[in-house]
């Protein structure tokens, strides 16, 4: 089977290793891909939400299945738009159609989905610059912090936490008005804030059945202690220790199912996978957003610890089958820690030749910001590497991913030295 893997991240490099295991893979390619995906996969120099060139590609290059990585592609309507053409519609697409896709893209939606199936979530209002008065008087309500967030995609920058009345009401009208977060912002949702410690479950269903994915928790905060400006993660912990079988149980429960379950009364044929970012108040789960695709970095800490086939669970997905299809995860802890450019998340340089990396053992390295140039590995975007490993306990995990963190290096290297700090 040729599998098409759209994106070009860790989450990617993690897929195309974890599909390259699989014995019913004849070849994979990548779009774009990087340095990492280039050693098992062939790179595809196309653009993910280009989708005429994404279609030449599926068709020069016989692909018979294509996984979606990151939200853009699948906001956008990539699983739409072959469902559509003629020479497409029957090669699956493992990611969901438009109307699924608005659970990321549009947080006004995600948040009525939440109110109309009841799912727990934080109590909240949404405003547009004509209503940018009441957006005023319903903060007034609230207590300290004060939660806003662009309706739509903003690249991960849409959502601001404010301690003073004042600076939110002034961040409210700058995002209205002034379009802060551009189109993203012409609706924001104000939300109350939940004091609580963070974690995701993943999902993945065939809109019909699910099986639930490991747990994990990832560090956003640049500095040590979760300090500093926020990034696209700077590493991540599965399974999460205070997750237990309880607390699973009340999300399968008051969250899960009746996901699945809104989806499919909402009419909405869901085929992916659901990232749900979850908030632990006090030993309940509340739902903080929904992604429709996988996290990163913690794809890079779920898959290594899924020791069933993927392609096999893909083939589910598509053929409606999932329920049918063995699913087996280890009990072994899995840590990632990120290695990320000199300055970032702010203005960093690329093109930094990277080493050492060739020499890791006993932990899994994931590409993610490098290409190759002049036959070297070198830096191409902020997050560079994720070094994961597999131990019997957090300690030993993480204990490893440093070990071999030592081995590599490139010009302004930085990485966070206390992922899993609040979980010992």
């Known amino acids: 089977m040729n599998i098409l893997i759209l994106g070009s991240g860790g989450r990617e490099h993690a897929f195309t290793k974890k599909l390259s295991e699989s014995n019913k893979i004849n070849q994979l390619f990548v779009a774009p891909g990087n340095a990492g995906t280039a050693q098992i996969a062939t790179n ?16 020069t290059n016989n692909i018979q299945m294509v996984v979606v990585g990151p939200e853009a592609p699948l906001v956008a309507g990539v699983h739409d738009f072959f469902l559509n053409d003629i020479e497409l519609k029957h090669i699956p697409v493992i990611g969901p159609k438009k109307d699924g896709a608005l659970l990321e893209g549009s947080k006004d939606f995600s948040k009525q989905f939440m109110e109309k199936h009841n799912i727990p979530t934080a109590r909240y209002q949404s405003f547009t610059k004509e209503t940018l008065s009441n957006g005023f008087i319903f903060l007034e309500t609230l207590n300290a912090p004060y939660v806003l967030k662009a309706d739509g995609l903003a690249a991960g920058k849409g959502v601001l936490i404010l301690n003073s009345l004042e600076e939110a009401k002034k961040e409210l009208e700058e995002m209205l008005t002034n379009q802060k ?15 609580g410690i963070e974690l995701s479950v993943f999902v993945l269903t065939d809109g019909k059945s699910y099986k639930t994915l490991p747990s994990a928790k990832d560090y956003k905060r640049i500095g040590e202690g979760d300090t500093g400006l926020n990034t696209g993660g700077m590493g991540a ?7 237990n079988q309880e607390f699973l149980n009340k999300v399968e429960e008051r969250i ?4 699945i379950e809104g989806l499919q009364k909402d009419g909405i044929d869901y085929r992916g996978f659901i990232f749900i970012g979850l ?3 006090n030993g309940d789960p509340f739902v903080i957003e929904y992604n429709v695709r996988m996290g990163d970095p913690e794809t890079e800490v779920v898959l290594p610890r899924i020791q069933s086939d993927l392609l096999d669970l893909f083939e589910g997905v598509a053929q409606q089958t999932l329920h049918e299809k063995s699913y087996e995860v280890t009990s072994q802890t899995a840590t990632t820690v990120m290695l990320v450019s000199g300055g970032y998340p702010e203005a960093y340089e690329k093109g930094k030749e990277i080493k050492g990396f060739n020499s890791v053992e006993d932990s899994i390295v994931y590409h993610a910001g490098t290409t190759i140039k002049d036959g070297k590995t070198v830096t191409s975007g902020g997050r560079v590497m994720a070094i994961t490993s597999l131990g019997n306990s957090i300690n030993e995990a993480l204990e490893k991913s440093y070990k071999n963190i030592n081995k590599i290096s ?3 290297m930085n990485y966070r030295k206390d992922i899993g700090f609040d979980l010992q």
Do not use: Q, R, W, Y
């Open 237 to 243: 912990i599965s399974p999460v220790p205070f997750a």
């Open 181 to 195: 977060f551009g189109e993203a912002s012409t609706t924001v949702v104000i939300e109350e804030f939940l004091d």
């Open 256 to 259: 899960i199912k009746p996901t």
């Open 279 to 281: 908030m632990n108040v």
């Open 410 to 412: 490139f010009d302004k």
């Open 44 to 59: 595809l120099d196309i653009n993910p939400t280009n989708f005429s060139e994404v279609k030449d590609a599926v068709l």
